[in-house]
C-alpha cells in the first residue's frame, strides 16, 4: 500500500508545483495591493509609535542602569 501511495505522490508533484505557481501568479496583485496597504499603516502609526517609544526611554534607562 505505501509504495503505490508514494508512487501516487509523486506523479501528482507537477500538477501541484503548477497548482501553486498558477495560485500564486494570479494573487501577485492581491499581495502587492495589501503590501502597499501594511506599509502606509505602518507609516501613519509612526508617529504614535515613536511617542511611545520616548515614552518608555526613562523605564529603559532605568533597567539597564539597573542590569549593570
Do not use: D, K, R, Y
Not at 2 to 23: C, G, H
Amino acid at each position: 500500500a505505501l509504495p503505490e501511495i508514494i508512487t501516487t505522490v509523486v506523479t501528482a508533484i507537477p500538477q501541484i508545483v503548477s497548482s501553486l505557481v498558477t495560485a500564486l501568479t494570479n494573487s501577485i496583485p492581491q499581495i502587492i495591493q495589501a503590501g502597499i496597504e501594511l506599509f502606509v499603516s505602518l507609516i501613519q502609526a509612526l508617529p504614535e509609535i515613536i511617542a511611545t517609544i520616548v515614552a518608555a526611554i526613562p523605564q529603559i534607562m532605568t533597567c539597564l542602569v539597573t542590569a549593570l
